[in-house]
């Protein structure tokens, strides 16, 4: 435990700021350049291997200003380990590097965070909706995205206007 | 049977594909091999699979949406709808997560006959993966001989929670009521024959030449790739990778039961087959102990914040003759409201995993002090698991995709939330 601690303090120094407060995991606030060379080290260099990216979430702070908490779970299998890391992002136009090229399993973890929340993440293969249709409009998880959904019939409108034609 | 697959590898090499006229294929979203509403954009050069891309997303209800809008207590119900083919183990996760986010420790009773719930609805989930993915390559009889099984373990369910599917049975901080005498009784009667059953199935299939066919050197994935992949539960260890949360992070009571972790060696269908059907006999082993040891008691926290009064000391109504129950008060009722309308838990944030039937199914909530959750997250194994899909096709035939389908175990409720 102790190791990982200092292997972070010496490499990236005061930057990462460890989240106290948590009482589940140990876990630190990444500055979002910093995200992409964090995740690299610790999948393949650090003295605890991250080796599995089990999910990638936002929380939305609405009308708060950053606006987006970009929160990343980490696992290491060889040392039965999670680690949380935390990016806070502005709402105007919220982007980030892709961690698709350290872990594989961070592609669609990604393009849901994307198709929910209206992250952008700079770097992946293929950033398009998932779980919604691929030409919606809106970001469904957001706190400003009515819990009715907007215009809930138009899919059924479109759909009957192209049977009667 | 290894050299088997070598001939049909060298089929591959001499078969002639220009690469110049691929043809796109559609499988599903209403396909009754893609168990659900999968859609899979296949693309073809004669009979190979050149790409396959899953398209989800045909479920999808905005649970987390709904997660965040509902009370602590009234999102149960919708924890089962996440996988539905073992329900129970949802609710319980999620009842888990909300108590460790306010901190409730529940009775050990309590954790013992969770783990039997739990327990049960994985072999129940396990089989549907058995008799399913065996009839999706052709061999019906095993569905009948699983189904049997599911059949008595859904009659159980109903003896215990008194419905066959969606049971919402969990509550934060204990369960919705004690077990009978009489369910007790057979889930014992179920453990004693299902050992033999698994023979059964075993029997049908472990040495079925037709099944080693379809299934041996198909899909194979190794352990690096399924790790980096995020693949978890039977999916990674059918790679050989031995994680399992029950031993790994115990939760409810299972660091008291003794059991193994069934391994995979090259990570393809059967191997993934072989895990589960060992998972299953593990599992029978885990709900004999917890039958064994289990602890009378109480079933509900003492934490009043989130349990219900007992009924009897609800005051409600008099009877005809204006007597009111002896033990009821005004106060339990009041305790009642609150319970129901929502108790707030202080901020905070946990994510709490457990070891589902698919894999890791793990709920990361954020409390702001509200009866709502101001952020559900639920991680659902098959969504992560399903993007190994396109790396076990490629390269094969169609007809291995329908196997890859099958032995990958996800179900689209989890996936599309």
Redesign the interface.
């Known amino acids: 435990m102790e190791a990982l601690k200092d292997a972070l303090r010496e490499k990236f120094g005061s930057r990462l700021v460890p989240l106290d407060?948590?009482?589940?995991?140990e876990g630190y606030q990444v500055p979002a350049g910093l995200l992409l060379p964090l995740c690299r080290f610790l999948a393949g260099e650090s003295p605890v291997r991250f080796?599995?990216?089990?999910?990638v979430?936002a929380?939305?702070e609405f009308p708060g200003e950053p606006r987006f908490r970009l929160?990343y779970?980490l696992l290491s299998?060889s040392s039965?380990r999670?680690l949380?890391l935390q990016v806070l992002l502005g709402g105007g136009d919220p982007r980030i590097d892709s961690v698709t090229s350290v872990?594989?399993?961070?592609?669609?973890?990604e393009r849901?965070a994307w198709d929910?929340f209206g992250i952008r993440f700079e770097g992946h293969p293929d950033l398009k909706?998932?779980?919604?249709?691929l030409d919606y409009a809106h970001f469904?998880?957001r706190k400003d995205?009515p819990?009715r959904g907007i215009d809930p019939g138009r899919h059924y409108r479109e759909w009957d206007r192209g049977r009667k034609a | 049977m290894a050299g088997a697959a070598e001939m049909r590898k060298v089929e591959f090499t001499w078969m002639p594909g220009g690469h110049e006229e691929m043809m796109t294929l559609n499988v599903g979203p209403q396909h009754p091999a893609t168990h659900g509403v999968l859609r899979i954009v296949v693309t073809l050069d004669g009979e190979v699979i050149v790409g396959a891309e899953p398209v989800?997303?045909y479920l999808?209800r905005?649970k987390?949406?709904?997660g965040?809008?509902l009370t602590y207590h009234q999102f149960i119900v919708h924890c089962d709808r996440l996988d539905y083919l073992s329900s129970n183990l949802n609710d319980i996760a999620y009842c888990e997560a909300v108590e460790?986010l306010a901190g409730i420790e529940v009775p050990p009773r309590c954790k013992y006959l969770r783990v039997i719930l739990n327990e049960l609805s994985r072999i129940a989930s396990h089989l549907v993966y058995v008799g399913t993915g065996a009839l999706d390559i052709g061999a019906a009889t095993v569905f009948f001989h699983a189904w049997r099984e599911r059949e008595k373990i859904y009659d159980i369910f109903d003896l215990i929670t008194g419905h066959r599917m969606n049971y919402g049975f969990a509550r934060i901080g204990g369960l919705q009521a004690d077990f009978s005498g009489e369910a007790l009784a057979a889930v014992r009667a179920f453990t004693e024959e299902f050992d033999e059953r698994v023979d059964g199935y075993e029997y049908l299939l472990t040495r079925n030449r037709i099944w080693w066919e379809r299934n041996k050197d198909i899909g194979v994935i190794d352990a690096p790739?399924a790790?980096?992949?995020?693949?978890s539960g039977p999916n990674l260890r059918g790679s050989g990778?031995a994680?399992d949360l029950r031993v790994?992070?115990p939760y409810a009571a299972y660091e008291d039961f003794d059991f193994e972790i069934p391994v995979g060696t090259v990570g393809d269908c059967f191997d993934r087959y072989m895990v589960r059907i060992q998972e299953m006999r593990q599992s029978n082993r885990i709900l004999e102990q917890a039958l064994d040891k289990l602890p009378g008691g109480e079933i509900f926290a003492e934490d009043r914040r989130f349990v219900l009064p007992p009924k009897e000391r609800l005051l409600t109504s008099h009877d005809h003759q204006g007597v009111y129950p002896e033990k009821a008060v005004m106060e339990e009722l009041i305790a009642q409201f609150k319970v129901i309308t929502g108790a707030g838990i202080e901020p905070?944030?946990?994510?709490?995993?457990v070891e589902a039937s698919k894999g890791?199914l793990?709920f990361?909530i954020?409390s702001d002090g509200s009866n709502r959750a101001?952020?559900m997250?639920i991680?659902s194994p098959s969504?992560?698991n399903?993007?190994a899909l396109a790396p076990m096709a490629k390269g094969r035939l169609l007809s291995d995709l329908i196997a890859v389908i099958a032995s990958l175990d996800f179900v689209l409720g989890e996936v599309?939330?």
Do not use: C, S
């Open positions: 407060g948590a009482k589940d995991m080796e599995q990216l089990t999910d979430t929380v939305d929160v779970h299998l039965n999670r949380r872990w594989a399993g961070a592609d669609w973890l849901e929910m909706r998932i779980l919604m249709p469904p998880l995205f819990l | 989800v997303g999808h905005g987390e949406k709904m965040e809008a460790k790739t790790v980096n992949l995020g693949l990778v994680r790994h992070e905070g944030e946990v994510y709490h995993a890791e793990g990361y954020v101001k952020r997250r991680r969504f992560v399903l993007q599309d939330r």
